[in-house]
T-cell receptor
Framework: GENVEQHPSTLSVQEGDSAVIKCTYS??????FPWYKQELGKGPQLIID?????GEKKDQRIAVTLNKTAKHFSLHITETQPEDSAVYFC????????????FGAGTQVVVTP | IAGITQAPTSQILAAGRRMTLRCTQD?????MYWYRQDLGLGLRLIHY???????GKGEVPDGYSVSRANTDDFPLTLASAVPSQTSVYFC???????????FGPGTRLTVL
């Protein structure tokens, strides 16, 4: 089955700086990679996702890159703001395979003013 | 549209008691999931249902059971709660199995 590793487990950044979270996956067949943001006391919320037919996707200050050869994908947050403080989870799966999302262990991001 | 609702929000339970966590979605999603979230372990899948009338075991199913009598509801039952089941439980749903999942607000359960 799929195994996803996520690094770092905690990340402290100064407001305005960039944050990068990296994930590696084990199953080369995986083709869908979502990222979730979880704020304190709430459920995870999808913030961006990428499919294996593209190498990069952007949505305002967040972007995700995918390297299929190396089997890793990364979340980039630019111009960080205090409201970006949260736990971020990466996940991987093979779409339409009745497969299950395999989540990374999460990254606690703290943005300091 | 409410999305996914879970009840109760939190619960303190004596060991050995039976407990059902409720989950309802109004998005007509076919697939539903139950996860538990523990510090340092991320989200672990307990049980899932790809469509009404079917269920399957996830990564950590022992001590839990589910049913899927209709599309909207997916209750999770702890037949005899133990302290190791203290956790935050999240229900999620997706249009089809393996698709983007949308999560509920969670239930914080403490078993004493």
């Amino acid at each position: 089955g799929e195994n996803v590793e996520q690094h770092p487990s905690t990340l402290s950044v100064q407001e305005g700086d960039s944050a990068v979270i990296k994930c590696t996956y084990s199953d080369s067949a995986s083709n869908y990679f979502p990222w979730y943001k979880q704020e304190l006391g709430k459920g995870p919320q999808l913030i961006i996702d990428i499919r294996s037919n593209v190498g990069e996707k952007k949505d305002q200050r967040i972007a995700v890159t995918l390297n299929k050869t190396a089997k890793h994908f990364s979340l980039h947050i630019t111009e960080t703001q205090p409201e970006d403080s949260a736990v971020y989870f990466c996940a991987a799966t093979l779409l339409d395979s009745w497969g299950k999302l395999q989540f990374g262990a999460g990254t606690q991001v703290v943005v300091t003013p | 549209i409410a999305g996914i609702t879970q009840a109760p929000t939190s619960q303190i339970l004596a060991a050995g008691r039976r407990m059902t966590l409720r989950c309802t979605q109004d998005m007509r999603h076919n697939a539903m999931y139950w996860y538990r979230q523990d510090l340092g372990l991320g989200l672990r899948l307990i049980h899932y249902s790809n469509t009404a009338g079917t269920t399957g075991k996830g990564e950590v199913p022992d001590g839990y059971s589910v049913s899927r009598a209709n599309t909207d509801d997916f209750p999770l039952t702890l037949a005899s709660a133990v302290p190791s089941q203290t956790s935050v439980y999240f229900c999620a749903s997706s249009y089809t199995a393996g698709d983007t999942q949308y999560f509920g607000p969670g239930t914080r359960l403490t078993v004493l």
